[in-house]
């Protein structure tokens, strides 16, 4: 009686004569050890080859060795060693989709392996839960974008923020700043930003994409408040010294200040000094010296001599005289800052000459009754309040009265 093993070969030459179309090997451990085909060809192409193993492995062998081909067409069989030299763990470096229905990316299970990364490069949506998702650049930003309302996160350089597609906001949050932006529904090139960095030093800016009617305004049903702690507020023109134009432009102090110039005038005058040298206030023939001190400023010479005083202090900025001489002689006029003495009393305390002698036609004699002029920059000298500025003067050349008739301004800021 045959053997099965006997049965089975016979059934295999058997059905490779008929030209079957199906090729069955069944191994069965109760039955049958093993299988062997032996210099047999069975690469025709049945419609079906079917191996059932049950319980006794099938092994793939070359000459009776180990099949160790590897293969390189995407149908020729493969073992397990190739299976498992070429499924190990590693990084997913890239998913590249041409088309089809799209790729589906589960948890994986019962691997020895660690975790896996990914990098999806892609250039249409991405769907994820029935939800698309579509990458997006925007300024500074790069996103992926949910075509639902829900809010959408937003990835850049430096930070992460948060943006919501349909109330178009930003938060962008770096290791030295942090940023909140309101879009415009009309383009996200133009947008305001509150930008908050160290020692809560904050900006509030407005971009217009490519103009310059990014208008800002505050109106507020109350008052309005700048408290500056240092005391500064600047304002400035696109970064350069702002110049208010209209009337209702806002005034600052280099505007203000070159418009609150104003003159204080001198009326027409006389110095008629008749001592060489000697100082005289002007209209009193009282001869101060040739030196002076606090002591020289004294009853009627506070008066005639008196041509300001300031409630406040004061910036002097220059003198303006017009004056004639009835001499030709060489004549001088001096500024004096006085403190004021108190009432009764019979001098000034203290006298601080505003700059130095003024010499009248740069010091050479003045030609009889002819016009001259002359002004002379005081520096801005700081006058205190209470402290009243005096005209003296007097003549360096010559001999008896020689008088001096003068007008002018003061110049005051």
Known sequence: MPTKKEILKHRIKSRRRNKRDSFFLNSESEQ????????????SSPKALRVNNQNTPISISKDKALYDK????????????????????GDMTGVDLTG???????????????????TLNF??????????????????????QSEHASPYWVFCSGGIGLLSNQWRHAFLASASQSTYYQYSPASNAEYSAFTTGANGVTSISTYDDGGTTGHFTLDAD??????????????????????????????????????????????????????????????????????????????QDLIYAHIYQASATTALTGLMLNFYASSAVSYEVALYDVTLPSDGSAA???ITQIGSDIQLNSG?????????????SLSSYSLAADHGVYLIGRYTSGSGKKSLYYSGTLEVE
Do not use: C
């Open 32 to 43: 049958l050890s093993s299988v062997s085909v032996e210099n047999q060809d069975i690469t």
């Open 70 to 89: 590897s293969p390189t067409e995407d149908s020729e069989i493969a073992n397990k060693k190739y299976v498992d030299d070429n499924a190990g763990g």
């Open 100 to 118: 089809g229905t799209g790729i589906s990316i589960a948890s994986e299970t019962g691997t020895t392996s660690g975790d896996y990364s990914a």
């Open 123 to 144: 250039d249409g949506d991405v769907t994820a839960a029935g939800n698309s998702f579509v990458y997006n650049t925007e300024g500074p930003f790069s996103y992926f």
């Open 222 to 299: 109350g008052d309005i408040t700048l408290d500056a702690a240092t005391g500064t507020i600047n304002l400035l023109d696109n970064g350069s010294t702002y110049t208010p134009s209209a009337s209702s432009d806002i005034a600052n102090k280099g505007y203000v200040d070159s418009k609150a110039r104003f003159d204080i005038a001198i009326p027409k005058n006389e110095f008629k000094p008749s001592v060489l040298n000697s100082w005289y206030p002007p209209n009193y023939n009282h001869s101060m010296g040739s030196s002076i001190t606090a002591a020289d400023f004294q009853d």
């Open 348 to 350: 000034a305390s203290t």
């Open 364 to 376: 050479s004699a003045l030609t009889a009754y002819r016009y001259y002029r002359i002004k002379q």
